[in-house]
């Protein structure tokens, strides 16, 4: 990475993290992208080059993580399917401020409850969060359709790429749900792993078998 470059990661991380600290104070609704600005001593036209929208500032890291995602799959080793490549980065991309949790940091926990908490009073940044996941369901599955040479009519791809970001889906609700609870906060990330490759056995065997009805009981 040139100077150059250097220097705009810098800015571009002053103004996300400025942002955030604003946005856990007084909650996303409240917070002015003027206000961000000047706390982070820039333009606001700075603040906008980097970040076009407001929920952008908050939501960085979703978009890069879905980027990233994207990249892992069109990467992954030939003979491998798009699916193992998912899980692989999926599961261990949970490591991040959940293996902090794992380790006992205190820190990693509350931002983690903060980012709920925040979401949770802001239907701006709700709505907003599945436009992101949305955005990057289509990628993979016009990535899959790229890769099995699918038609426009075939829905095979799309089928495949929310199978897969469904389980991402399933995972953050899940994350949140225990995160706001009172057990060990330890076991957080340990359950979720558990959860997250027992949903990909789930896509990876199909669902032929899964939740058939059992018969009748004889009276």
């Known amino acids: 990475m040139g100077l150059r470059e250097f220097k705009k ?10 942002a955030w600290r604003m946005f856990a104070d007084r909650g ?4 002015k992208v003027a206000e961000i600005a000047r706390a982070a001593m820039v333009s606001e036209a700075t603040v906008f080059k980097y970040f076009p929208t407001k929920e952008g500032l908050f939501f960085s890291g979703l978009e890069d993580f879905g980027d990233r995602l994207i990249a892992a799959v069109r990467e992954r080793e030939p003979g491998e399917s798009a699916l193992v490549a998912c899980r692989r980065f999926l599961l261990n991309g949970v490591g991040g401020l959940l293996g902090r949790i794992e380790g006992g940091d205190a820190q990693a926990l509350d931002r983690l409850r903060t980012i709920n908490r925040v979401i949770t009073e ?3 940044l709700r709505a907003r969060e ?7 369901t289509e990628d993979l599955a016009g990535l899959l359709a790229e890769e099995v040479g699918a038609d426009e009519d075939d829905i095979g791809p799309r089928v495949a790429a ?5 389980v991402h889906r399933t995972l953050i609700g899940e994350v949140r749900r225990r995160a706001a609870s009172l057990e060990d906060p330890r076991m957080i990330a340990t359950d979720v792993h ?3 490759t027992h949903a990909f056995a789930l896509l990876e065997h199909g669902l032929r078998d899964y939740a058939i009805k059992p018969a009748a009981a004889s009276q």
């Open 162 to 166: 929310n199978a897969l970001i469904g």
């Open 130 to 136: 599945q436009q992101v996941i949305a955005g990057y």
């Open 194 to 196: 558990r959860a997250g």
């Open 122 to 124: 802001s239907p701006t």
């Open 28 to 31: 996303f609704e409240q917070v």
């Open 9 to 18: 990661e810098q800015t571009r991380r002053l103004l996300a993290e400025t």
